[in-house]
């Protein structure tokens, strides 16, 4: 399971940290990304993190932006986000990703939390 | 970055017929290690997106027998032998072999006639 929180309503410019509580899996052995929704819009692979957070990864339009970090002694995946803007607004979800012995991804999603970037 | 096509966009169907989803790439999703992974996933209208098949024919625990993957290289197709009212929703395929980024198709809005 997992579970997001830290949605909201922010102005442009502005931050926004989100975070995705796992349970009910080795939390460690995995990768974990973030994929988002804008409104009416198809899925959009945002940012993604190996299990040791050695290896992060971003979509172009996040880079420099956005930062994703865990914390596999709290099974937590956090995306902090920065210089936000209206593009941005979505429903963001986090999702269990690839493992050590293959890259099969996304079997399991949170619920979504909704980031609004207003002006 | 690999582009996903699907196609139709839109599918109206008969409850009890059949429904096919056709998803191509823009290069062969055949990875290093020998598979190809390409999956296939389900959102209801205000739900977050379900795994249906992954790996381009493998189901997921719990998905109906209904559902069914095949394709290989840069042709793939989603089929539901027969549709029912629950399958209503929007379809995505998503290829995971050359990540990152990972990327998903455009989604094909499934409805009953």
């Known amino acids: 399971q997992l579970l997001e929180s830290g949605g909201g309503l922010v102005q442009t410019g502005g931050s926004l940290r989100l975070s995705c509580a796992a349970s009910?899996?080795?939390?460690?052995?995995?990768?974990m990304s973030w994929v988002r929704q804008a409104p009416g819009k198809g899925l959009e692979w945002v940012s993604g993190?190996?299990?040791?957070?050695?290896?992060?990864f971003y979509t172009d339009s996040v880079k420099g932006r956005f930062t994703i970090s865990r914390d596999n002694s709290k099974n937590t995946v956090y995306l902090q986000m920065d210089s936000l803007r209206g593009e941005d607004t979505a429903v963001y979800y986090c999702?269990?990703?690839?493992?050590?012995?293959?890259?099969?991804?996304?079997?399991?999603w949170g619920q979504g939390t909704t980031v609004t970037v207003s002006s | 970055d690999v582009v996903m096509t699907q196609s139709p966009l839109s599918l109206p169907v008969t409850l009890g017929q059949p429904a096919s989803i056709s998803c191509r790439s823009s290069?062969?999703?055949?990875?290093?290690?020998?598979?190809?992974?390409l999956s296939w996933f389900h959102q209801r209208p205000g739900q977050s997106p379900r795994r249906l098949i992954y790996?381009?024919?493998n189901r997921d625990s719990g998905v109906p027998d209904r559902f069914s993957g095949s394709g290989s290289g840069t042709d793939f197709t989603l089929r539901i032998s027969r549709v029912e009212a629950e399958d209503i929703g929007v379809y995505y395929c998503?290829?995971?072999?050359?990540?990152?980024?990972?990327?998903f198709g455009q989604g094909t809005k499934l409805e009953i006639k």
């Open positions: 999702a269990k990703d690839y493992s050590l012995w293959n890259y099969d991804a996304f079997d399991i």
């Open positions: 009910g899996f080795s939390f460690n052995l995995y990768a």
């Open positions: 993190i190996s299990g040791s957070s050695k290896n992060t």
């Open positions: 290069q062969s999703l055949v990875h290093n290690d020998g598979n190809t992974y």
């Open positions: 790996r381009v024919s």
């Open positions: 998503m290829q995971g072999t050359h990540w990152p980024p990972c990327t």
